[in-house]
């Protein structure tokens, strides 16, 4: 009996040992567009939110941060959350979380200059440091960047194991008129992100959510 | 230069035919007889390849089917053997607890007779008589007097005394056989305890009895599996099939108690082991859930093996009797803070349940007043949280049956295996047998025409040398005959007999 409970003890030893707890879990960092007149779909990013909330596991980590004139900055970072591995704790936080966003959400106002490639900086930056097994950035944007006076943002991005998807890219009055400008400036993305080793996609139906995190 | 123009020897495409065709049909009329013998010795090496491995195949199911019956009778002996000892068992706890009681019996028995025996003593007493000279006064109160006062008082006073007397005596006389009908009554009871025990003694003696006879049974069973009788043989392989099946449907049940089980533990072990750490691409939380079922299908072998239900480990049913009871002790209580543990886990399962669905709802922007918040569900969970691990351990019985019925049929299966394999190694070597004759005298078909010639060419020119030829023929024909494997059937008949 005594020899059945050490192996027993050894086997509970060696498989915590053996745990894995970083490469199953997920780390998304979500960028939202307050330029403008994108403003005004901060409503439908709200609900993405809420899908994320209920899709995320014990584990995985959650940050929602403002695109503004200067995203590259701790400030823009709304709300951060790593959940807890026990589930009744993870709802807790769930739960403040959402109430943080909807407070953001109900007092947001919008920026004068959209500063997308800052934000996936600091997103990385952010992404990195939580060491998560999957990455995901999602940019709730048009993907129409404009930069203040004096900053530069020709860092290469470095999105090794990240993917980046772009939520409701919404067609700008000029794309209605010529399709190109929409198509080369989603283009223009893809290339930065696939040079940095990233995986882009892009879901503009939010009906679709589901296929989110599915691996390509 | 093409090959057409190879092929054109003469200018009339024609003739350069005929003239290519006569060329193949003499070279194969040349080559027939080593082509013959090629195509025969080839499929005769085939068939004899697929005939010698068919009987090895055969062979090597032969051993199975033998070893196969070695392991069902070793199964139905052993079987056997524990009914017997189950009814010695019996026989032993019945007679030492009956001769345990028999000096009590004995004693008591003793003690009866001896109080019946005082008692019918007592009862058999003669009533006091009445005393000796009473017969004398009786003369003299008889004698009739002549009138004589004084000897008339007297008399009358010996006649009144006399009278007295005799109504003394009945009265005494009575209330003796009073006193002795009381004995009598009080015997009674004695009797029938008597009785009692004697009673007890004739069906404890008739029990005996009948189990004497199960066992003469059992004997006449034992001894006909030792004897290896075809009957016994096929009564056990029968009754292991069936065991196989039930034991298998068992099983199946018994895992679907283990997944409803697993489901109702695998969410909250991730409150205890967290829900965010994997063991490969298996959550830890799951395996925790995983491992503590079998923990409990472990402990119930155990237990079962501890009260030698089930024979799995020999090194526990020889234990001797104070180690099994303290096996018994810790099984037992290690089952029953795991069915605790299991129950806690089904409740905190209903509270993590209920936590996620007010999160979907907050979530999707319900109110959350339409949450039901019934204990039923809860108590429910609870119970069979509780219930389910010893409904579990109870899974060792139909394991270690479907575990010794599976030898038995994965054997039948073996042999039924290897004898399909033998058939069709020797269809085989048959077919490929057959079908080199075919290709033979396809081949003779193919030439016909230059034997034909040959034919007509030996009848005309060897005309007297009929006979000869004949015998030639004749002889050519054995060899065909030989050839054609006849030889072979012969002995495959006689292995056959063999």
Known sequence: ?216 | MTVADLLQITGNPYLSFLVWTVLLLTTLYFARKPIHRTVMSFSKIIKNAMRLSSISVLNAGEKLAQRNREVLISAGMEHTERLLEREFDRITTAVTRDLDAYPSLHRNLADLTTRLEEDYNESAEVPPSLPTWMPIIESIAKIKHSGDSMIATMLGEINKTLTQQHKTAIEEYRSSIAARHIIMSKMLPYWRQVQKSLDSVGKTVTNLTVRAQTIDNYMEEYEKIRSQEDQAVRKLSSSSLTQFFIAGLVLLIAFGGALINFNLIALPMSEMVGGASYIGPYKTSDVAGLVIILVELTMGLFLLESLRITRLFPVISSMDDKMRHRMILITVTILIILAGVESALAFMRDRIAYDLEALRQTLAGVEQTALLSSRIPTIGQMVMGFILPFALAFVAIPLESFITSSRTVLGIFGVGFLQTISFLLRLLGTTSYFLGRFVVNAYDLVIFPTIWLEGAITSSWHKTHTEINQEDIRQSQDEETDADGLTDERLHYKEQEQ
């Open chain 1, 1 to 216: 009996m005594r020899k059945l409970i050490t192996v027993l003890l050894l086997t509970v030893i060696m498989m915590y040992g053996c745990t894995d707890t970083k490469t199953h879990s997920k780390g998304v960092y979500m960028l939202l567009d307050t330029s403008g007149t994108y403003a005004i779909e901060l409503k439908k990013a709200q609900s993405i939110i809420n899908y994320l909330l209920g899709v995320l596991q014990p584990g995985d980590t959650l940050a929602v941060a403002r695109i503004d004139t200067g995203s590259f900055s701790e400030k823009d970072i709304i709300a951060t959350v790593n959940f807890d591995t026990r589930p009744s704790v993870s709802n807790r936080q769930k739960l403040v979380f959402q109430k943080t966003v909807n407070e953001f959400v109900a007092s947001v106002k919008s920026s004068p200059y959209t500063d997308i490639s800052g934000g996936v900086l600091q997103a990385i930056e952010h992404l990195n440091e939580a060491a998560s097994g999957q990455q995901y950035i999602l940019i709730f944007s048009d993907l129409k960047e404009e930069l203040a006076k004096g900053h530069i943002r020709d860092v290469p991005f470095q999105l090794s194991h990240c993917t980046v998807i772009a939520l409701n890219v919404t067609k700008l009055r000029t794309d209605i008129r010529d399709p190109k400008q929409y198509m080369e400036r989603v283009a223009e993305w893809q290339a930065k992100v696939e040079i940095g080793n990233g995986c882009w996609r892009v879901i503009n139906d939010l009906e679709r959510l589901d296929n989110l995190f599915t691996v390509r």
